[in-house]
């Protein structure tokens, strides 16, 4: 459902509603909206990047499509500027809202994390709609989102197989150099993702810290 703010007090009274066991859909609402708010300023004030996962649930037999759109998340992206926000898994099958959300909000990153898994035909046409559509400096292209190391492994070549028949594609049909693509895939493989997360700056603060 759409994210909306809430007061304190109204946190406070459905939570308290929670609590006594009478909790409603509405209290709870409330309560995740105004925990995922209290979320993002903090991570505002450490200089994290805030992750939301968007989209395909994970399972089977329970996927309430309404709550799994990206847009829902608009008055939230805007309630916080200052905050940079990463969405997850492609918003699948939203996919093609979620390139308007990060087009159009400069805090908007968006993680395919598990996305080639999901949809790989899908995630592969996302990638190639992205090149034309958003800034190249806002997609980070991997992440396994499994607990085992043999997922991760398997995920990670699934993930380059398509990527490179995206980028492949890219250039037979003329939009991209060979050399514009092997650059992109720095890019979206490893240098967005550490700019985002500021890694290196992060690594300079703890060296200095140490001294």
Known sequence: MQWSARTDAEAAHALDAYLNG?????????LGDWCLARGVELGIQYDLPFKIHTGYYAGHSRMPVDFIRAGNLCALLTQYPKARFVLMHIAYPYSDELLALAKHYPNVYVDMCWAWSI???????????????VAANKLFIFGGDTFWPGGA???AHQARQWFTR???????????????AITLAGRFMQENAYDCFRVAEKKQLLRSTAQ
Do not use: K
């Open 153 to 155: 492994l398997a995920y």
């Open 22 to 30: 009478n909790a409603t859909a509405a209290d709870r609402l409330c």
């Open 119 to 133: 949809a790989p035909f899908q995630s592969s046409d996302f990638v190639r709609r992205w090149i034309h559509t």
């Open 166 to 180: 995206a980028l492949q594609a890219e250039v037979n049909d003329g939009f991209l150099t060979e050399t514009a």
